[in-house]
C-alpha cells in the first residue's frame, strides 16, 4: 500500500516540482526512486518528529507540497502538538502518512500499534482523515491529495486480502462507498476491518440476512448524509474499526445516529480499552479481541436475537 | 557606528515603543511585560533596519522573513507592527478584548506581518528551518529571523532544529536568543543550566555572536555582518535584561506574570518618558 502511495507521488513530482516527502529516518526503500530522481526535495530530516512537523510547516508556508512519512505513534503522537498548532490550525498544506494502522506491526510490540490516531486526528479542525483499504484506493488518494489544498492525515495499514477493489475505485473524499446492499443489517467499516465486513456479510448471508457494507474510508468529513440516510432505512447498524473502541469510527457513526433520533440496535466492534497483555502478530492480536468475521458474525447474530425475544 | 542623532533616534523610539507596550498590557490586564521590554532593541532593530519587509506589500514574495518564537512577547511586537504601518492604531485598540483582533499570543496573519501562529514554545525554530531550506532551494536571497527566549531553549525540539539547520548549511538563517536569564518560575540557571549556551550552539555547527540586546550599535553591527560565516546557521546570543527599561521591573520574575496598577503604571510612564 505505502509503495503504491508514493509511486504516485513520484510520478506526480516528475511535473509538478512543488512536491516534497520528508521522513524522520523510516521506510527503509520505500524512498529510493523518488530520493534519485529527486534529491534536493527529499529529507530525511532525523529521528525528530517535532522538528519533521515544524519544517513541513515553513517549507508550506513558502507555497510547497509537502508529504511527510513516519510510522503513525511517532509521526503523530510525538509531534501532535506541531500537528495541532503548526498544520492544523494554521490550515497549511501538508500531508500526514502513517504507516502501521492498528495491530499492522504486530510482534514489534505496543510501542508501534496505532489505536487512538483516529481518535485524534479526528478531533483536529481543518484535518481531514482518510483510511484506505487496499493499493487501489490508496493510490487513487494519493492523486487526491496534490490538489486538496488543506491537511490530511492518511492513515495506512495492512492490505486486505484479497485486495477489496478489482478496478479502479470511484472513490471521493467525504463520500462513503457501498460494497454490497442487502435490506437487514448495515455495517460501516474502515481500512484493514473491510474485508471482515464483507466475510461477516457472506456468513451472514447464509442465515438469510441481507447485509449492506460501506466504506468509510474518509473519517472526516464523515459522510453524514449517507449515515443519516441508513439510519433511517435500517434498524441494526453495527461498525468495524482496527482501532480503540473509543473516538473512531464507531463514535463518529453513533453521533451522527443519536442526532438523528436513531433508535435501532446499534454496536460497535472494535478494540477493547483494556489492552491484553498478549504478544503476537498482527491477527492474532486481531484474533484475541474478536476481531474477526466468525466471532462478530455470531455477536450480530445474538444482538439481533435478543432484541426479537424482548 | 551610530551617529549621536541616529543614536538619539532610537533610544527615543525604543521609549516610545516601551511605552506603547505599557499602555497596551495596562489597558488590558496582560502578562508578560518583562518578556516584552526584553526584546523592544531587538525588534525596533529587525523591522527598522534590517528587516527587508513593506507594510504597502506584506506579501512581497522575496520579504525577509521574522518568527517571534517566544510568542508571549507579542506586545512589544504589536507596538512595533503599529509603528511601522503593518498595523493601525485601531486594530491595536482590539488587543486582549473580547470581539478583539490580537491575542496574547500571535496568530498567523501575514498582510498584518505575522508570519506564524506562535505561543507554544520551540515551534518556531523547525519552522523558520523550512522557510529557510525553501529560500535556498527556490535559489531566494530572503533571510529567516528567528527570536527565542532562554527558557524556550529548555524544548527539545530547538535542537533537534539546530543540528539540521547546520547539516544543510541553511546561513541565510538567524537564530535570536533573548537571554534575559529568567524563565517562568525562576532563573534559568537555577531550573535548566544553559551555560556554556555559545559552546552548545557552536558545537552544534552554529556560528555564534554574544552581544549586549540592548545596545544599538552592536545590535547592528552584528545582524550587518550575517552570515558570520558562509554555509553556518547564524547565531546571536543577545544578553538582554527582563523588564529593561523600568528600573523597579527589571530583573524581577513578578513581572512575567504581573500588570502594573495606577501607581506603578504612572511611575512607569514617567520613567519611559
Redesign the interface.
Known amino acids: 500500500m505505502r509503495d503504491r502511495f508514493f509511486k504516485v507521488i513520484e510520478d506526480l513530482a516528475i511535473e509538478r516540482d512543488d512536491i516534497y516527502i520528508l521522513t524522520a529516518d523510516l521506510g527503509f526503500g520505500l524512498f529510493d526512486n523518488f530520493r534519485n530522481k529527486y534529491p ?2 527529499f ?1 530525511d ?2 529521528v ?1 518528529e ?2 519533521m ?12 507540497n509537502v508529504y511527510c512519512y513516519s510510522i503513525i505513534p511517532f509521526l503523530i503522537m510525538r509531534a501532535y ?2 500537528i495541532r ?2 498544520i492544523a ?2 490550515n497549511l498544506n501538508v500531508k500526514l502518512i502513517g504507516a502501521g494502522g492498528g495491530f499492522t506491526y504486530g510482534l514489534e510490540g505496543f510501542t508501534h500499534f496505532a489505536l487512538e490516531d483516529l481518535a485524534l486526528m479526528r478531533a483536529l479542525p481543518n484535518m481531514t482523515v482518510i483510511v484506505p483499504c487496499d493499493p487501489s484506493e490508496a493510490q487513487e488518494f494519493a492523486r487526491l491529495s496534490y490538489d486538496y489544498n488543506s491537511p490530511i492525515y492518511i492513515r495506512l495499514g495492512r492490505n486486505n486480502k484479497p485486495n477489496i477493489h478489482q478496478q479502479k475505485p470511484n472513490i471521493e473524499i467525504g463520500k462513503g462507498l457501498i460494497l454490497t446492499r442487502g435490506n437487514d443489517v448495515a455495517i460501516f467499516s474502515v481500512g484493514s476491518m473491510i474485508s471482515v465486513a464483507l466475510d461477516v456479510h457472506d456468513i451472514l448471508a447464509k442465515h438469510g440476512m441481507g447485509v449492506s457494507v460501506v466504506n468509510i474510508h474518509t473519517l472526516k468529513p464523515l459522510d453524514e448524509v449517507l449515515i443519516k440516510r441508513y439510519s433511517d432505512e435500517y434498524n441494526a447498524i453495527f461498525t468495524i474499526e482496527e482501532h480503540y473502541i473509543s473516538g473512531g469510527l464507531g463514535s463518529a457513526v453513533a453521533e451522527v445516529l443519536v442526532e438523528n433520533s436513531y433508535s435501532g440496535i446499534f454496536k460497535r466492534f472494535g478494540i477493547p480499552l483494556n489492552l491484553k497483555k498478549t504478544i503476537g502478530n498482527a491477527e492474532f492480536r486481531r484474533n484475541c479481541y474478536g476481531l474477526n468475521a466468525k466471532n462478530i458474525s455470531e455477536d450480530i447474530l445474538k444482538v439481533l436475537e435478543n432484541k426479537n425475544t424482548k | 557606528m551610530l551617529t549621536d542623532d541616529e543614536r538619539d533616534f532610537y533610544d527615543s523610539l525604543s521609549r516610545k515603543i516601551r511605552k506603547k507596550t505599557l499602555q497596551l498590557i495596562y489597558r488590558t490586564k496582560s502578562p508578560h511585560i518583562g518578556s516584552s521590554f526584553s526584546i523592544v532593541e531587538l525588534l525596533i532593530a529587525l523591522y527598522f533596519k534590517v528587516l527587508n519587509i513593506d507594510p504597502i506589500n506584506p506579501f512581497y514574495p522575496n520579504r525577509d522573513r521574522f518568527i517571534l518564537s517566544k510568542g508571549h512577547g507579542c506586545p512589544a511586537l504589536y507596538s512595533i507592527l503599529e509603528e511601522r504601518g503593518f498595523l493601525s492604531p485601531e486594530y491595536l485598540l482590539r488587543f486582549a478584548v473580547n470581539d478583539g483582533v490580537l491575542e496574547q499570543h500571535p496568530n498567523i496573519d501575514i498582510k498584518r506581518g505575522i508570519e506564524v501562529t506562535t505561543g507554544s514554545l520551540g515551534h518556531g525554530l523547525s519552522i523558520g528551518v523550512g522557510i529557510a531550506l525553501a529560500a535556498m532551494k527556490d535559489c531566494k536571497g530572503y533571510k529567516v529571523y528567528v527570536l527565542l527566549s532562554d527558557g524556550e531553549l529548555n524544548e527539545g525540539s530547538v535542537w533537534e532544529a539546530a543540528m539540521f539547520a547546520a547539516k544543510h548549511k541553511l546561513d541565510n538563517l538567524v537564530a535570536i536568543i533573548d537571554y534575559n536569564k529568567i524563565q517562568a518560575l525562576g532563573y534559568t540557571k537555577d531550573i535548566v543550566q544553559l551555560e556554556p549556551l555559545t559552546q552548545k550552539w557552536t558545537s552544534f555547527g552554529w556560528s555564534a555572536m554574544e552581544i549586549d540586546g540592548h545596545n544599538f550599535g552592536q545590535i547592528f553591527k552584528t545582524f550587518g555582518n550575517v552570515p558570520f560565516e558562509s554555509h553556518k546557521p547564524n547565531v546571536i546570543i543577545a544578553h538582554t535584561i527582563k523588564g529593561k527599561g523600568v528600573s523597579f521591573m527589571e530583573d524581577k520574575l513578578i513581572w512575567h506574570y504581573r500588570c502594573p496598577d495606577d501607581n506603578e503604571y504612572k511611575k512607569a510612564i514617567e520613567e519611559l518618558s
Open positions: 534536493e526535495r529529507y530530516i532525523g525528530a517535532a522538528n512537523i515544524g519544517i513541513a510547516s515553513g517549507l508550506a508556508l513558502s507555497a510547497k502538538e506541531q498548532i503548526d490550525y494554521q
